[in-house]
């Protein structure tokens, strides 16, 4: 086995894939700096803010829901590292984001991928949906449970 042609085709497809992601990724960074120059973003968060709300998030990250649910975890993840700076997202909100894109992620794409090669489209994307909101409700309940917890443990001990 020559190790150096394993190597190099290695990096040419690592490369490949970077170079696909940078292409998509920095546009929609531009796309939501337009967007919020706009004031679009804001109006966007806005009448989203009912699912963000229901989720425990900001009203900001509306627009990395939506581009993680759309197009995916790797493009959405660039979208929502963005607003996590400017919103000053708690790690417990950016985990319930991740948690929820990472269940319920592309969801436009890989239903009608799957319709086309014979699977029920209402099934998939409902189950999705549903598994992603329960598991992320629950992640959220466990979440509050410990930090209740570990602050009653941090009282105790004063």
């Given amino acids: ?26 546009p929609l960074l531009i796309c939501m700096e337009c967007l919020k120059d706009m ?3 804001e ?19 509306a627009f990395g829901l939506i581009v993680g649910l759309f197009t995916g ?5 660039g979208v929502i590292m963005q607003i996590q700076e400017e919103a ?39 189950s999705r949906l549903t598994a992603a909101l329960v598991f992320t409700f629950a992640y959220i309940r466990i979440a509050k449970w410990m930090s209740r917890y570990s602050a009653g443990r941090a009282s105790s001990r004063c």
């Fill in 43 to 61: 109006k966007i968060s806005a009448r989203s803010q009912s699912i963000t709300r229901l989720l425990g998030l900001p009203g900001e990250s």
């Fill in 1 to 26: 086995m020559d190790w150096t042609k394993v190597f190099l085709e290695t990096f040419n497809a690592s490369y490949s894939t970077i170079l696909k992601i940078t292409l998509v990724v920095i």
């Fill in 39 to 41: 004031g679009w973003l």
């Fill in 88 to 126: 000053k997202m708690t790690k417990t909100q950016i985990n319930v984001l991740f948690l929820f894109i990472g269940i319920c992620h592309g969801v436009i794409e890989e239903t009608i991928l799957f319709t086309a090669i014979g699977a029920n489209g209402m099934i998939i994307l409902f």
């Fill in 73 to 77: 975890i790797v493009f959405g993840s």
